[in-house]
């Protein structure tokens, strides 16, 4: 059997002494060959139990503190949470629906199936202009359109495209 490191099959990486072309780790650790090269690539035997232990618990532990696939968050909790925030969205929806007229909630609501996250920014607005008094009566369509008239215009970005030629050397500047 011809050694896979020497017909290109297994990749080495960056790192090795570039003048003897001896790499520093190999990017595959189960190659099987009877070469000394790829003999030094099989994964290494894992004799100590009590150091795999500890990388089992310390791996456990930093995907539970980045709240990875071992999540282990009580299931009690995880439903008072979405209560929670079922609650939080129900009442948002319950004080818009008394700031809007039926009309304005069913323009919002299109503007929400095409871009939430705007919908979701003119929802923010209208909710701190009513807590802090700026609007005192049932906001129509027209207003509402004219509030996202206003808001389009804050936020607008103007993009300039500049095209610079580049000169030949042999060009002449004449």
């Known amino acids: 059997m011809?050694?896979?490191?020497?017909?290109g099959l297994i990749p080495w990486s960056v790192g090795?002494?570039?003048r003897t072309n001896i790499p520093k780790q190999p990017l595959i650790a189960n190659a099987t060959s009877s070469c000394s090269r790829c003999i030094s690539l099989r994964a290494p035997a894992r004799a100590d139990p009590e150091l795999e232990a500890i990388r089992q618990r310390r791996l456990?532990?930093?995907m539970a503190s980045h709240g990875g696939v071992g999540n282990?968050?009580?299931p009690e909790q995880e439903k008072a949470q979405d209560d929670a925030k079922r609650e939080a969205e129900e009442r948002r929806q319950m004080m818009l629906s008394?700031?809007?007229?039926?009309?304005a909630r069913e323009?919002?609501?299109r503007i929400a199936l095409v871009k939430?996250?705007?919908?979701?920014g003119v929802e923010d607005f209208i909710l701190r202009a009513a807590q802090m008094g700026q609007i005192t009566e049932k906001v129509s369509e027209e207003r509402l359109i004219s509030l996202l008239e206003q808001i389009n215009n804050q936020t607008t970005r103007q993009t300039?495209?500049?095209?610079?030629?580049?000169?030949?050397?042999?060009?002449?500047d004449d």
């Open 98 to 103: 008394q700031i809007l007229s039926a009309e």
């Open 60 to 62: 456990q532990e930093l």
């Open 16 to 18: 090795g002494n570039n």
């Open 107 to 109: 323009r919002l609501a």
């Open 72 to 74: 282990q968050q009580n």
């Open 2 to 7: 011809k050694c896979l490191a020497s017909i």
């Open 160 to 172: 300039k495209v500049t095209i610079q030629r580049r000169r030949s050397v042999l060009e002449d």
């Open 116 to 120: 939430p996250e705007k919908a979701r």
